[in-house]
């Protein structure tokens, strides 16, 4: 049973795999199915489906995990799919709203992707990895609205997040930092922290 289960998840992953060109999004390429009534047809898959998995206490997992190596990809649509499937069999998991956070905002859903981290906020996600994602989106916004006050905010949440020690956030702000041509600040930020530096951010900066 377990190997069928395995078989049977790895189809699903290698038949949404194909490409998503520029095109409206189907209804199951869009979160939570756009809240959208959906054929008999679409009904009954969907129960086809939730039987097998149900078998399956990993289910929810896979098709989470499936959805990451999707956006990894460049394949959002498919992503959204398999986030979408992972919602149908546990929609209070806030991994699955992260998910849908990550590829409404690489669509440039900004609004979208700022309600779907709020949302796995609420299910308890882990703000270490949340909030430098969402300050992001926070930072998106206000340079849209030109709104200084906005802005500050979003960066007041990078500066805790790197106070309290996350290497994740001082490197996702140090990169923020360094498309608004703030050289001196992503230096100040680097010399105790992203010690990592994949994308040799200190050199660009002229940090060394």
């Not at 990895?129 to 609205?145: D, F, G, Q, S, V």
């Amino acid at each position: 049973m377990k190997r069928f289960a395995t078989l049977f998840f790895l189809a699903l992953f290698i038949l949404g795999g194909c490409a998503s060109g520029p095109r409206q999004p189907t209804l199951n390429e869009v979160p939570e199915y756009g809240h959208q009534p959906k054929s008999p047809e679409q009904e009954k898959a969907d129960q086809e489906f939730l039987a097998i998995a149900q078998k399956h206490p990993d289910a929810a997992d896979q098709m989470i995990n499936a959805g990451w190596a999707f956006i990894q990809r460049g394949d959002i649509l498919s992503a959204v799919k398999r986030f979408n499937q992972a919602w149908l069999i546990d929609s209070t998991r806030w991994e699955v709203y992260w998910g849908f956070a990550v590829t409404e905002g690489k669509q440039e859903k900004i609004e979208s992707s700022k309600h779907y981290y709020e949302k796995a906020f609420s299910l308890g996600g882990d703000t270490k990895i949340l909030n430098p994602e969402y300050a992001i989106t926070l930072r998106e916004i206000a340079k849209a609205e030109n709104n200084s006050e906005k802005l500050a905010e979003a960066d007041n949440l990078f500066k805790s997040e790197i106070e309290a020690g996350n290497e994740k956030a001082a490197c996702i702000y140090a990169y923020q930092l360094f498309r608004d041509n703030r050289k001196n600040e992503v230096c100040e930020i680097m010399a105790t922290s992203c010690k990592s530096d994949r994308d040799n951010l200190k050199k660009r900066a002229g940090c060394e």
